[in-house]
């Protein structure tokens, strides 16, 4: 401390800390210590003991930590959370072992630890814990403390959670990263206008922790709203791949290993949302050309590559990661997508049902019972629409006797224009026909 009091008005910040550091840890050896150092990333994956260090030593209450960093996790909440500050010094102790965190920042580019001040994280570089404890209880530390500090942080982020939406963001053709909004859609399985029977059986398999599900059927019928149900049940957040903004399979790594457990991976309209070529063309491309299998695939994600990142990403147990599949037409998919195994769950989404519609007069008119019932649901039996339509009708009046009306002249519309469009296509096909000498070479 005197010799820091003296240099301070002649040495240049940078060096102070530089000098600082290296004080430290000289002393540090003297002291027959062990230093853990934990830093945030892995390779490209996120280190889920540093995340955890963050949560656990901002729910601890020490009076030696003098100085802490507040942040507010969104701009709606109104808590904030505290953590240490650089260079703060907190102490824990478990089963009688004295512990030491300390938070420490290096510099970018220079590879030396260095104090905050009054600058952002961005701007000062990465940020790593040192753990220091007594050398002969690092058996301890490794093997009891660290899970320890893992499943703290998990209950703690359990009752803490807000479900969060993650969205990729790709950088010209770089890394694409995440970004996120609080996930607040009201869905759960006992709002959706589904069979029971279907209900109970992903219910099932969730319980089961089934990990791939593929949603099919008409745009509207329910497959986002079935998603975050999912979520909503889970307590899962949610990450939506946009595959057409991606130029690479190494950019599509980069961003499934920033994914984190306890999520759902979702790719929506996987039939029209990328071309993912089959990998039959992918090899005869290959050979024509003389060159080896995926060579020229560098500028765009492939299906192969597709596939062989997600069977490694989620084949690895107890990772509590699903993903969901989206499509509106089943028939279009490489059946390398629909195999055994990586599916668990191929879901049906139909159109409005009778049940449906009660469920839906229910959520939006409060209503279980109305003498128009009956005429509403014969109709919706062979009108085709989608729970999504049914409710949007629903909507339009709060008056359940209006509503319900509206809704019976709806469906009776709907059901004439969709005999008039079914009329003019099939004379259109009689037209084509006779134009074909007959039919003989006509191929529907």
């Not at 089963?95 to 290096?106: A, E, N, P």
């Not at 893992?150 to 963001?169: F, G, N, Q, V």
Request: glycine share 6%.
């Amino acid at each position: 401390m005197v010799v820091r009091s003296v240099v301070r008005p002649f040495v240049p910040r940078e060096f102070q800390d530089f000098l600082s550091s290296g004080i430290r840890s000289f002393l540090l050896r003297l002291r027959n210590e062990m230093t853990m150092v934990i830093e945030p990333y892995d390779g490209y994956a996120q280190n889920e003991l540093f995340e955890a260090a963050q949560v656990f030593l901002a729910a601890k209450q020490s009076v030696s930590v003098r100085r802490v960093r507040v942040t507010k996790s969104t701009k709606e909440s109104h808590s904030t959370l505290a953590i240490i500050d650089r260079n703060q010094m907190l102490a824990d102790t478990f089963h009688g072992v004295k512990l030491k965190w300390v938070l420490v920042s290096r510099q970018a580019g220079s590879g030396n630890p260095v104090h905050q001040g009054r600058k952002s994280a961005a701007e000062h570089g990465e940020q790593y814990f040192e753990l220091t404890f007594d050398k002969k209880h690092m058996e301890i530390v490794d093997k009891s403390y660290l899970p320890f500090v893992m499943d703290e942080a998990k209950s703690i982020k359990r009752e803490k959670k807000t479900l969060k939406l993650y969205t990729s963001k790709c950088i010209g053709l770089g890394p694409g990263t995440w970004s996120s909004v609080n996930l607040d859609h009201p869905a759960t399985f006992q709002t959706l206008a589904m069979d029971l029977e279907l209900k109970k059986k992903i219910l099932d398999d969730l319980d089961r922790f089934k990990r791939g599900y593929l949603l099919y059927g008409p745009p509207g019928t329910g497959k986002s709203s079935l998603v975050a149900a999912m979520a909503n049940y889970l307590n899962f957040d949610i990450y939506d791949l946009e595959l057409s903004g991606l130029h690479s399979n190494e950019e599509l790594r980069r961003l499934l290993v920033a994914t984190k457990d306890q999520s759902i991976l979702v790719v929506e309209d996987i039939d029209c949302t990328i071309q993912l070529q089959d990998r039959k063309l992918e090899t005869q491309a290959a050979y024509m050309n003389r060159m080896p299998m995926g060579y020229q695939q560098k500028d765009r994600v492939t299906l192969s590559g597709f596939l062989n990142f997600i069977d490694g990403l989620w084949s690895s147990c107890g990772n509590e990661r699903i993903i969901v599949f989206t499509t509106n037409h089943i028939e279009k998919l490489d059946p390398a997508l629909l195999r055994p195994g990586r599916m668990d769950l191929h879901v049906p989404m139909s159109y409005c049902t009778s049940f449906g519609f009660k469920l839906l007069a229910s959520n939006y008119l409060g209503i279980d019972h109305h003498e128009l019932f009956d005429q509403i649901e014969s109709a919706i039996t062979t009108a085709r629409v989608t729970p999504a339509e049914v409710a949007e009708q629903l909507m339009g009046c709060d008056e359940p006797e209006v509503a319900l009306r509206d809704m019976i002249l709806f469906l009776v519309n709907h059901k004439r224009k969709e005999n008039e469009e079914v009329i003019e296509e099939k004379a259109g096909q009689s037209q084509l026909i006779e134009a074909n000498g007959g039919g003989e070479e006509f191929e529907e």
